[in-house]
């Protein structure tokens, strides 16, 4: 399969589209799988490495944090450099960060190698929503979100089953191997296929601007990642002083893009209302995504007293069909736009969600896996038709901004959701424990953790409703002789 595409002095490129996508989804499907893979090991590092929880959860926290800092700056290094040394770049960075936390001896080691792989992460997945964008027509530019998502959707489902397998019957090390032999396949796809999709603009950098967003987004993410670990809430100093200078940061960063002749991020694609729209609908249906993949399995292993194996059994199904339905709706979307997708995934999404504000510590697994599996099913037709959407509003020039902008909404929105979810549990689980007079017991705390559940979900349920009123304002971008129009 190839598509011809408008390259440089507006000659025509003919891509080879299958091996250029397929070397751009592995490393994308390892950068999901990476993101959550390590959540099964969290409790054998503190035991190898003799650390406390707060400690352990680094290795997700600094993941998060440097695709946060290291996004939103994409836009700008995809004009100024060529695709090619992007790609070669940040796979480097991928595998070099693999080997170095695969070899580590000490958990500071350990923590540097994650660091660079993310650094990886972030210069290829924005790479790779800029290279959909360029080479597909937007009449096909939804079935091929589709398969991204699809991807993108199935590493994370996956990832925590596959590593709690290898941890169980081999070591936690063997982790950072097995992605190694696939992103070298990738970087010689990638070498031979890959060409310069980019324009020949060199805009200058402005360091300003990029120590502003890196404090702005790293503040806001640290911020609420730091603010859902267990014993720190959000009045801590730690969690009101990140998001304080996340803010006021990000207030000066806006600012500053809007007065320099080349801003490393044009904040002007929010002139267009259904990128605006398409982001804000991503948000929501995220918040849900990542609070409920949190919610369930607590609720499963300390609720229903499933081990972790049988609960990441359960979520499964869900969890791939999330995927597979995303590549399907991707379909539907380019024949018949996104309304007719988001407006019902937003209502699965409130029946789902508010069934599970209804569960007690007999509720049958099967019921789990129904509303489980409905909840994904609807976001799936939430996610990618609305960012599909809003993106084909922008101008091309305004691509790797729109895709950098996205992608740092997907970060920080799992952020912002996991955060209000845990705090939510939290404050009734300890609201429902101060009631009881006699001595607690085991049931009484599972009876606690249930209580805090059902209102995390009525939270998740309060969101799905607004996106379900937001989503009925949403119309379709239709491409006519170049320009978008809104139909």
Not at 342 to 350: A, E, K, L, S
């Amino acid at each position: 399969m190839t598509e011809n595409i408008q390259g440089k002095q507006s000659n025509s490129q003919t891509v080879k589209v299958v091996p250029l996508m397929a070397s751009l989804l592995i490393c994308g499907f390892m950068g999901m799988f990476s993101e959550t893979s390590l959540n099964m090991a969290l409790s054998g590092l503190m035991k190898e490495f003799n650390i406390s929880p707060s400690t352990a959860q680094w290795v997700t926290t600094s993941y998060l944090l440097v695709l946060g800092i290291l996004i939103p700056v994409s836009g700008i290094l995809i004009r100024r450099f060529s695709t090619k040394k992007i790609f070669i770049t940040g796979i480097t960075f991928f595998i070099t960060g693999l080997v170095i936390a695969a070899t580590s001896s000490t958990f500071t080691i350990l923590l540097i190698g994650r660091i660079i792989q993310a650094t990886g992460t972030g210069l290829l997945t924005p790479l790779l929503f800029n290279t959909v964008l360029v080479i597909f027509p937007p009449q096909k530019r939804g079935t091929a979100m589709g398969i991204v998502s699809l991807v993108m959707m199935f590493a994370p489902a996956t990832g925590p089953i596959i590593s709690g397998l290898v941890i169980q019957y081999f070591n936690w090390q063997l982790i950072f191997w097995m992605p190694i032999p696939l992103l070298i396949f990738s970087l010689i796809l990638g070498v031979r296929h890959l060409m310069d999709l980019s324009s020949e603009m060199k805009p200058k950098i402005d360091l300003l601007s990029i120590v502003l967003s890196s404090i702005g987004f790293g503040g806001l993410v640290f911020g609420f990642s730091h603010a859902g670990e267990a014993n720190v809430g959000w009045m801590s100093w730690e969690v009101l002083g990140s998001l304080l200078i996340g803010v006021l940061a990000m207030n000066f960063f806006v600012f500053r893009q809007l007065s320099i002749k080349e801003p490393i991020l044009n904040v002007r694609v929010f002139k267009q209302p259904m990128f605006i729209l398409g982001i804000s609908l991503t948000v929501l249906s995220n918040m849900i995504i990542f609070s409920s993949n949190l919610m369930l399995p607590m609720y499963m292993q300390g609720g229903l007293g499933f081990s972790s194996a049988q609960a990441g059994l359960l979520l499964l199904p869900g969890g791939i069909l999330n995927g597979i339905m995303a590549f399907i709706n991707g379909r539907i979307f380019d024949k018949h736009g996104p309304r007719w997708l988001v407006i019902p995934g937003f209502m699965m999404g409130v029946i789902a969600a508010f069934v599970f504000t209804h569960i007690s510590g007999t509720t049958h697994s099967y019921t789990i896996i129904i509303f489980y599996t409905l909840l994904m099913i609807g976001m799936s037709m939430v996610t990618t038709p609305s960012q599909t959407n809003g993106l084909n509003q922008l101008d091309r020039n305004l691509y790797p901004d729109g895709s950098a902008i996205i992608n740092t909404t997907i970060q920080t929105s799992g952020a912002i959701g996991t955060a209000i979810a845990v705090s939510i549990l939290n404050a009734n689980q300890h609201a429902y424990l101060n009631q009881i007079r006699e001595p607690l017991t085991s049931a009484l705390q599972v009876k606690a953790l249930v209580f805090g559940i059902q209102h995390a979900y009525l939270f998740a349920t309060i969101v799905a409703i607004i996106g379900l009123i937001c989503s009925l304002l949403i119309k379709r971008v239709l491409i006519d002789k170049g320009k978008p129009i809104i139909n």
